[in-house]
């Protein structure tokens, strides 16, 4: 690894500190003054007095490593900000007439023996010596002026300033700071998103998130579609690259993450975006997390680091199958960071910046400038709804009223419909071909068209030159070009909100439809589609919901996956998976129609459905044979097979998740009557309680250097809970007896997550900025339309 100021290319590092906005510029200094000089402060003004200006206030305590400022004497000090928008400029002494009034009056005040000046601006010698002799002529003991370029050096030679400062690696040449491993990773992260690097702004969230996977190695990133979950993860990314020369790898599932872990190499960064479903919950993908998290966390001890993301309507229905009380650090609030707590002067900034970042014109901006707070306030706040807002694409037809933006702000999937409609023949033929390529990865750029896409683009009304234009145009706006870590470019929607209205739009287009659900990749057809109802209640998560008239189609091709043989070049677990991918869409995204007209195609899938295995918890056949039941389509013969089996699961496993009733909610509850569950405990009670001491020992060494949620001892305290309550209490105690027997045979491993403790919170790393509040205070977005 490179010390912290060496870099890569030659010559000065210079960052493009012009495009920030004048507020921005002041958080950067606030940062530069923490970060690099160890200084806090008292006081932060906002002025409205027509410059590019602010003031910190405080005593000067020398630091550690002043970097160029030794000389600063201890004493009462003020810091004043000078910013402009204009590229390669230089300051001139002229410009800060006002500021010298100023000055004498702080200084009569006693509160500046220290005056700094930093601005973004060039200065030259002359100038800086001038600017000096002013300063002094006021009365300031100690004046000190830093122009741009120190700052810039500033950033290059603090890895934390850039950890906690991220939006700094979209505004410079990352060659210029970072050592060749940790560029090539950031290079090819960066150029997976530009356009969020460029905009993003350090919240309260990401602070959180970044002092989590710091202390802890892991963090788990909730909040609502479009709330700025995956930029998070990527500036994480960016930051563990440079800080720590982390090798980054963008997961897919849990499974692909302990196979990419590689326990020699402590640096790893892991990072998986939608860990538990994409637009709804997939219990798969949770089923597989409760089986990989033993080996996850042995990763994030061994030094490696992980960040997910998640909706929080999906996560709350995959929390209880996480095991939480095997895996308690994962539910703590240290590790856990709701993204969508926003402060008002972070929604501000966010819109600020995807504002300045977009192509709308300066009369545009002027014209929406009196409005952007009230926009910034609107909720729910979304940022994708703030990207949108600075792209003439979203916006052609927006009033630019308050009501009108405040609208768009607030409700921008109710005004999508509206904008699909406007797009032409050839946009509308690009967008399908992308949505039609599933959610991994997504069209192969350049794209080269098979029999189904030019099917595709023929019904939209469309031609291949005009749809490949079509991808170009919308690249930016509705979709993304994005690069793998192996060098390959795709086309994806820009953000999965696009993509829900999308399919909602898709819907009321019957010339498309067909031809669109024919050319989906089966990945597509299994996580962009549902058969349900058409009347009922849509869930959250838009899906493309397919009209009756195609359930056989459907049906077909989901029966074909489902019969698939596993293939020469398919491991086991994708094969597993696509089995799983199946049954998931039989039990929660089909109606009873549609199960009828997949049983037409597929009858022999009740064979595979009642050879399930234990834990019966996690296998999704159980559940998919309640559905059946509950849709009146399950014979009572499978339903007695299905009995059978768990009848003698639960004595030779043991398995006790049919015991405890549900509230009528859980697959036993349907598939059970209060009868048959009592005959199966009284099964239990002859079969297995009176050679529990034979099993016991089978058990403990079956088990050994399993993790703690240990199935057996699970089961056991289901089956003695299920006999007290029941007054037997002479079972129960058997059962209890032999719980205690297991447990002193069986060799405990040691806790994955033995090593974590919960920290005690450290200091609060910013700045306590105490507003000054008044009248005239400067709005953030004075000088948007500049």
Known sequence: MSSAGEVVAVGSPRF???????????DLCAAVLREAWGQSVQAFAD??????????????????????????????????CKHTKKADTTLAPSELEDEFDKVSALVKRGVCGT?????????????????????????????????????????????????FVPRVYGLGDLSQILDERAYAQASVLMASAPEQVATFVVTGAYRRAARALRDHGFVLLLGDPAVGKSVIALMLAISAADNWGCTAIKARTSEELVQRWNPHEKDQFFWLD??????????????????????????????????????????????????????????????????????????????????????????????????????????????????????????????????????????????????YDQLDAHAHAALALVYTTGQDNGLVSPVTFDPVQRDIIERA??????????????????????????????????????????????????????VALAGMTDQALLSRTDCLDPSSAERRGTLLRVPPPLYPEVARRLAVLRQQPRGRQEDWQQYHDRQQAVLVYLRQNSSTGFLRAYLAVDPHIYATLVNFDAPTAYDLRPRVLARLHQGGLLPEDIRQQTIDRMTELAVTAPDADWAEAGGGVGPWDV?????????????????????????????????????DDDPVENSLRLYEEAFKERNDTDTASKIDYAIDSYQQMRQRPEDPTSDWTPNTPSLRERLSHLRQRSGNQRSLFDDIDQ
């Open 16 to 26: 493009t500190l012009h495009t920030l906005g004048w507020r921005a510029f002041q």
């Open 47 to 80: 002025s409205n007095d027509g410059g590019r200006d602010g003031a910190f206030y405080g005593t000067w305590q020398p630091p550690t490593d002043p970097s160029g400022v030794r000389d600063v004497p201890p004493g009462p000090f003020v810091l004043q």
């Open 115 to 163: 005056y700094v000046l930093l601005t973004n601006a060039r200065v030259t010698g002359t100038s800086e010596e001038e600017i000096r002799r002013r300063l002094r002529a006021c009365g300031v003991t100690h004046p000190l002026v830093l122009d741009g370029q120190w700052l810039s050096d500033m950033i290059a030679t603090h890895r934390r300033l850039r950890m």
């Open 274 to 419: 939608d860990a538990f479903g994409a637009v709804r919950h997939e219990e798969q993908l949770t089923h597989a997390w409760a089986r990989d998290l033993p080996h996850v966390m042995s990763a994030v001890k061994n030094g490696a680091r992980v960040v997910l993301t998640s909706r929080s309507y999906i996560y709350n229905e995959a929390r209880p199958l996480l095991k939480p009380y095997a895996y308690p650090r994962l539910h703590e609030q240290q590790v856990t960071v709701d993204v969508a707590d926003l402060t008002r002067e972070e929604r501000q900034q966010i819109l600020y910046n995807h504002l300045s970042a977009g192509d709308q014109p300066q009369d545009v901006r002027a014209q929406m400038k009196p409005h952007l707070e009230a926009a910034a306030d609107a909720a729910p706040f979304r940022p994708e709804a703030a990207r949108r807002l600075g792209l003439q694409a979203f916006t052609s037809k927006l009033p630019l009223t308050q009501q009108g933006i405040t609208t768009f702000m607030a409700l921008p999937r109710q005004l999508l419909g509206d904008v």
């Open 461 to 514: 009304g469309s031609t291949r030159s005009a749809t490949h234009r079509a991808l170009s145009t919308l690249t930016g706006s509705f979709l993304a070009e994005t690069t793998s870590l192996d060098g390959q470019s795709y086309w994806t929607f820009h953000h999965p909100t696009l993509w829900e209205g999308f399919a909602a739009w898709l819907t009321t287009q019957p010339h498309l439809l067909p």
């Open 671 to 707: 598939l059970l009557t209060n009868e048959e569950r009592e005959v199966m405990l009284e099964h239990v009670r002859q079969q297995l309680v009176t050679r529990l001491d034979d099993r016991v020992e089978d058990w403990a060494e079956e088990f050994a250097g399993n993790e």
